[in-house]
């Protein structure tokens, strides 16, 4: 006989497991279900239940509930059997209140029906609990169902299994079988979203407390089923650090499911201690939000608790669970069930006797405001008594919380050190100490005043972060051992791993518990934001070599250096230039993110931020302010000779940033340290960083962009980070130890513009003589048909004299673009010229488009151009955790120069034109075959059409309204060229087909209308 795999193969191996039984096995012995019920249960202690016991109305299994009753209080059952109905009214009381207020309610607080008050769950004992306690959770019924008929409309409809507790529907299940092709995630989701009828009672919202889909590998889970809308979470246990389940020597990898999850007492628990609703009572149901535990959260609370119960007070845990790891349950989970914990035995440290709690208080030490909240929320759902919850700011305040009775007392990371003081001098009391280091403090000032506390003095914005605040207030005082400490981070540095972790056998320090970023990513919680992360590295020659100046400190000095030449108020407005052309025209014309994409620009220091801040509003400014910008920093600065406050740069209170940031209006937020942790902001997607990153710190600000966002459809290919100042391999560097999946590609070298130079230069298609000449005329303005022979010469090579092959010629064409490409880019961030690059680029512009590959003109260029990897041909750019076509990442950025080039100071004066055309040359520099001199007489005639158009006078020239003038200049250029679209058919196709073209050539024309007098003869 072979083995089963399917469906029914899993169904029987989970009632098995349950009940000692399974409906297979009975029928092989001719026993029925009810015979199997009779002889009570083995396994887990569950009864094996029947799907005709279930009553699809109320969605219960009557047998099971009725006999539960009788069984336990049948006084109160004889209340109300004076009535005929007794039954129905009992049934239709639960319905009105399950209906109103969910399951969750009655199972924790029983259900009233006139004058007798029923205990549908008995409650699972505590340590410290009578034999009565521990008697009645005995009597609890816990049962399983296969195949339930749910649907009162189609009675032929089943789900696969139903878990009972005293015959009310706790959980459904719908399985798959890997082996038959079918699994949780498609098949058993799409079974629950499209094929169920979430109508039906069994299906409701608040009715059965979770809905599993499990395989044979993974489970998912759901608590609100709501059609095609139902969102469904992994109930995994992670597998090396990542998603999916580990192998099980024993069984199914998700077996866990039944054999951990769904223990009689693991089930009670969950129900008592972790399931629980957000919102108040007297919301209506449907708005309300059911929570039930991931399996990580579940798991740090049972472990912390196991061990506390194990080894008493004065114990330290680390725990790291990453950014979308639900920190905020899993910390309100831990704080109440702490205050609850009993010593296993007799003498434990700290301990006073097995009949009393190991902690007096439960110190929770955040800054999350919602936290605090939150906490108190969900105490009054969790505990019978609803004031224990109190804040405390100083050592006072802990000591008469203690003295009224409050369990669990609430304090933020900067009064930590007199908390800490506190504990100390109550040396009798016993404290569970839990830090949030997570979000440390936005306030900026907050550091300051800590840092005074401290006695080290302000320091302009260069903050501690939480962590080493926490270390610090526990360095400085002789720690006692009357209080656990646990903290909980997802980016925990050396000295905390050292200060909170479990020391190992070989001396190192490992977290208590472990949720990576990775598996946070791959299970979808957070985006992964080293997926578009690309690097535009600054460069800066020395001319007199800093070494042989015994004066300088080398590094020093060469930090200086950079620090001022970043600062400069020139590249900081090219590097502004490069970030709003990206995000205008990749993120906000294309309305990322259902139109509500935002960015955060990253800078050195509150100076850089405030010049950055000014350089953007001026770019905006031109461009007819689409969107509103901020800027946010602590206390004063000045730049320039002017003092600026945050709050009079934005114009309002430094407080209501976060709230005016998170409005339509406001899409870029520029800044320094403040925000750069702890501020949670979905709809950021894009970032651009020209501040040195390292650490901790690089991990904290890049993940401000890995929030998900499912209802605006945030996806990981949404996300973009450009910088300006940091190498891939720090930021790798400060990702590997937090993100144990980190594949960074490594950065492409900028000496590939030396290679692709040698390898052009010995194709033998041009001479360099050629190039010098060329270039030499060609800024001497001389006329066109002077440069004509000197390209025709070298194209005539390529085309001809040198006879080489498709192949040999592809190679050339593809390298000299990608030349030209590279070094276009590269130039608007080098701060000095390789005079040779430069006279190549200039040289290549005019001579690509006459090389002549035998394809559809550049068809088959474009398609080798998309397939080339940027590890052998790059722009000083990468991109991490994927390679890219080239073609694909210019499509994402084009930082051309916006500025013309050499146009500072002490040069000749030219036509502007000149300027204009040279302008549009740097931002669009392959394409437009037309030389210079071309260029001038055909924007001025268009400039002259565009003059003439008899709508020109009215809408543009007269018209004071910035964005309206635009529109209607758009609408004119569209005009002119459809009529000259016969005559300039090239030019028109590039008009019409690409983007970049499009917005320069606009731009172009703009400053002709605006100037009349250019291009007029000198």
């Not at 399985?175 to 094929?195: F, R």
């Not at 080039?901 to 394409?927: M, Q």
Request: include cysteine; aromatic fraction near 10%; charge should be negative.
């Amino acid at each position: 006989m072979v083995s089963k795999t399917n469906e029914q193969a899993l169904e029987a191996a989970i009632e098995k497991a349950l009940t000692g039984n399974c409906l297979e096995d009975l029928k092989a012995s001719g026993n029925t279900v009810q015979e199997a019920q009779a002889l009570y249960r083995s396994g887990n202690s569950y009864y094996i239940g029947d799907t005709n016991d279930f009553n699809a109305k109320y969605a219960i299994d009557e047998t099971r509930f009725w006999h539960f009753l009788e069984e336990t209080q049948k006084e109160e059952l004889e209340k109300l059997q004076r009535s005929a109905d007794w039954k129905l009214k009992i049934l239709e009381r639960y319905d009105r209140m399950v209906k109103k207020y969910g399951i969750l309610r009655l199972l924790r607080k029983g259900l009233e029906v006139e004058d007798a008050h029923f205990t549908l769950l008995y409650q699972l004992p505590m340590a410290s609990s009578s034999q009565t306690v521990k008697d009645n959770f005995a009597k609890n019924e816990f049962s399983v169902t296969r195949q339930i008929r749910y649907n009162l409309e189609n009675t032929r409809e089943e789900i696969d299994m139903v878990v009972f507790v005293n015959g009310l529907a706790i959980a459904t299940l719908e399985l798959k079988n890997q082996w038959t092709g079918q699994n949780a995630k498609v098949h058993g989701i799409k079974q629950y979203k499209y094929d169920r009828d979430i109508r039906q009672p069994l299906l409701n919202f608040g009715r059965a407390i979770v809905h599993f889909a499990v395989d044979t590998d993974k489970v998912y889970m759901c608590t609100k089923l709501a059609g095609s809308k139902s969102f469904f979470l992994p109930f995994n246990k992670g597998h090396n650090n990542g998603k999916g389940n580990p192998p099980n020597p024993f069984g199914h990898k998700s077996a866990y499911l039944w054999e951990e999850v769904f223990t009689r007492e693991s089930l009670a628990n969950i129900i008592q201690h972790f399931v629980r609703f957000d919102g108040k009572a007297t919301d209506a149901l449907s708005k309300r939000t059911l929570f039930f535990p991931r399996y990580h959260q579940m798991d740090v609370v049972r472990k912390i608790l196991d061990d506390a119960s194990k080894k008493g007070v004065g114990q330290t845990y680390l725990i790291q669970h990453s950014a979308g790891s639900g920190k905020s349950n899993s910390i309100t989970w831990a704080a109440y069930q702490l205050i609850e914990t009993y010593p296993e035995r007799e003498g434990l440290p700290g301990s006073k006797g097995i009949q009393n709690p190991l902690f007096d208080s439960v110190i929770v030490v955040t800054d999350r405001r919602l936290l605090d909240k939150q906490l108190r929320e969900n105490i009054k759902e969790f505990s019978e008594v609803k004031n224990i919850v109190a804040p405390a700011f100083s050592s006072k305040d802990l000591k008469d919380s203690l003295e009224q009775g409050k369990k669990i007392i609430i304090t933020t990371i900067q009064k930590f050190p007199f908390i800490v003081d506190g504990i100390a001098d109550l040396s009798d009391k016993r404290f569970a100490v839990i830090i949030d280091e997570a979000h440390s403090s936005q306030s900026g000032t907050a550091a300051g005043k800590m840092n005074q506390a401290m006695g080290m003095g302000e320091n302009e914005e260069e903050e501690e972060d939480a962590q080493d605040k926490i270390l610090k207030a526990m360095q400085a005082r002789k720690m006692k051992g009357n209080a656990s400490y646990l903290a909980f981070t997802a980016t925990p540095k050396n000295a905390t791993l050292e200060r909170f972790g479990s020391k190992q056998e070989d001396g190192s320090f490992k977290p208590f518990h472990l949720y990576s970023m990775k598996q946070a990513i791959e299970e979808g919680f957070i985006l992964d934001v080293l997926a578009n992360y690309t690097t535009y590295k600054s460069y800066y020659e020395i001319e007199k070599s800093i070494e042989d100046n015994p004066l300088f400190d080398t590094k020093k000095a060469q930090k200086k250096l950079r620090a001022y030449v970043e600062r400069d108020k020139r590249t900081i407005a090219t590097k502004a230039e490069i970030m709003m052309e990206h995000f205008i025209s990749k993120v906000y014309n294309t309305k990322k993110l259902k139109g509500k994409a935002k960015g955060m620009v990253v800078t050195q220091n509150i100076e850089s931020a405030i010049r950055y801040y000014l350089a953007i509003k001026r770019i905006l400014a031109d461009k007819g302010n689409p969107f509103k910008i901020a800027v946010a920093f602590s206390g004063k600065k000045t730049v320039d000779g002017v003092e600026y406050t945050e709050g009079e740069l934005n114009g309002f209170a430094e407080k209501d940033t976060r709230d005016y940031f998170d409005s339509d209006d406001y899409r870029i937020l520029v800044v320094a340290n403040k925000y750069l942790t702890g501020f949670d902001q979905p709809k950021l997607c894009t970032m651009y960083v020209d501040k040195k990153l390292q650490g901790v710190l690089a991990v904290q600000a890049l993940s401000r962009l890995n929030r998900a966002a499912d209802k605006l459809g945030k996806k990981t290919e949404d996300l973009f980070i450009l910088d300006f100042f940091n190498q891939v391999d720090d930021i790798k560097a400060s990702f590997d130890p937090f993100y144990t999946s980190t594949s960074l590609s490594g950065a492409t070298d900028i000496n590939v513009l030396h290679e692709l130079k040698g390898t052009l230069d010995d194709a033998a298609v041009y001479e360099w003589s050629e190039v010098e000449t060329f270039v030499e005329k060609y800024f001497e303005g001389v006329d066109a048909q002077q440069l004509s022979p000197i390209i025709d010469v070298a194209a005539n090579r390529f085309n001809q004299e040198l006879e080489l092959e498709d192949e040999e010629k592809a190679d050339f064409k593809i390298k000299a673009k990608q030349f030209v490409k590279i070094y276009g880019q590269m130039a608007s961030i080098m701060p000095y010229e390789v005079i040779e690059w430069e006279k190549l680029f200039w040289f290549l512009k005019f001579l690509i488009p006459k090389l002549i590959v035998k394809t559809k003109e550049d068809e088959l260029i474009d398609e080798l151009l998309e397939s080339v990897d940027l590890s052998t041909y790059g722009l000083e750019r990468t991109k991490l955790n994927h390679s890219i076509g080239l073609d694909d990442s210019s499509t994402e950025l084009d930082p051309q120069n916006p500025n013309p080039r050499g146009a500072h100071g002490g040069e000749e004066e030219k036509d502007p034109l000149d300027e204009i055309i040279r302008t549009f040359n740097e931002r669009w520099f392959h394409g437009w075959d037309a030389t210079p001199e071309d260029q001038r007489v055909k924007f001025v005639t268009l400039s002259k059409h565009i003059q003439a158009h008899p709508d020109y006078q009215s809408k543009v020239a007269d018209n004071k309204d910035s964005q309206n003038r635009d529109l209607a200049f758009k609408k004119i250029l569209d005009d002119v060229m459809s009529q000259q679209r016969k005559k300039e058919l090239d030019l028109y196709k590039l008009y019409a087909k690409d983007d970049s073209f499009y917005q320069a050539f606009f731009d172009t024309m703009k400053r002709m209308i605006d100037n009349p007098n250019l291009g007029q003869t000198k």
